[in-house]
C-alpha cells in the first residue's frame, strides 16, 4: 500500500476526547472542566458575549458615527457568460428562470446582469439591474432588455394631497357706514334770582341797629 492510496480516508474520522481516565491522560480527575463553578455542571450554556453578568463589552465600547451597511441593497449577480451556458436562443430569462437553472440561489435579492463573457444568443432579459457593457452585448446579439423600476417607498402618513388652487374670488369692498357725529345738547344755565328791591321799612330798621 502506498501513500498516496491511504491520504483520502487518513484523519476522515478523529476518535474522540476520553475524559477522566487518569491524571497521566492531561483530562483526569475535573475531565478539562476546572473547579466549581457553573462551567463545571452538566447542561451549562451561555448566550454569546455574556460575561458574567457585568456590561458586556461591546455595549461598554463608545458608539459614534452613522453606517449604511445595514440598508445596503445587495443583488445577485448574473453574467452574460453563464447565460450563454444555460439557456438557448430565444428564451425568456428573469429571476424564476435563474432560479430554476441554478444561477440564483433564492427570490430574496433582486437581480444584476454584468457583461463578463460572451453572448452569441438572442435573449429576452428582464433584470433589475444590467450594467452597460452587458445591455450592449445582449442587445448586439438580437436580445432585448427590460429593467424593472423600483418603485419608491414612501411613509404612508407624510403623503401630502395637494389641493386644488382656489379661484381668486374678486369681491366689492364693503362699505363702511357713515359715522353720524351728534351734536351734544346745549346746556341751559338756570336763571339767576332777581334781588328784591329794599323797602324804607327795612331801611329803617337798618339805622336802628347802627344807632344802638
Do not use: C
Not at 53 to 65: E, H, L, S
Not at 170 to 175: C, F, I, L, Q, S
Request: positive net charge; hydrophobic residues 30%.
Amino acid at each position: 500500500m502506498m501513500i498516496h492510496e491511504i491520504t483520502e480516508k487518513a484523519g476522515k474520522y478523529k476518535a474522540r476526547k476520553r475524559v477522566g481516565r487518569g491524571r497521566g491522560s492531561g483530562v483526569g480527575k475535573t475531565s478539562g472542566r476546572g473547579h466549581k463553578g457553573a462551567g463545571s455542571r452538566s447542561g451549562y450554556s451561555r448566550r454569546p458575549g455574556f460575561e458574567g453578568g457585568q456590561m458586556q463589552y461591546f455595549r461598554r465600547i463608545p458608539k459614534r458615527g452613522f453606517s449604511n451597511a445595514d440598508f445596503k441593497t445587495v443583488y445577485s449577480i448574473v453574467n452574460v457568460s453563464s447565460l450563454q451556458e444555460r439557456f438557448e436562443k430565444g428564451d425568456s430569462v428573469d429571476v424564476v428562470a435563474l432560479v430554476e437553472k441554478g444561477l440564483v440561489r433564492n427570490f430574496k435579492n433582486p437581480i444584476k446582469i454584468l457583461g463578463q463573457g460572451e453572448l452569441s444568443i438572442a435573449l429576452t432579459i428582464t433584470a433589475d439591474k444590467v450594467s452597460t457593457s452587458a445591455q450592449k452585448k445582449i442587445e448586439d446579439a438580437g436580445g432585448k432588455v427590460t429593467i424593472i423600476e423600483k418603485k419608491k417607498w414612501v411613509r404612508a402618513d407624510r403623503k401630502v394631497k395637494k389641493a386644488a388652487p382656489a379661484e381668486a374670488v374678486t369681491e366689492a369692498p364693503e362699505e363702511t357706514p357713515e359715522v353720524v357725529q351728534e351734536e351734544a345738547p346745549e346746556v341751559q344755565e338756570a336763571p339767576q334770582e332777581e334781588s328784591a328791591p329794599e323797602t324804607p321799612e327795612a331801611e329803617a330798621s337798618d339805622d336802628s341797629e347802627g344807632d344802638e
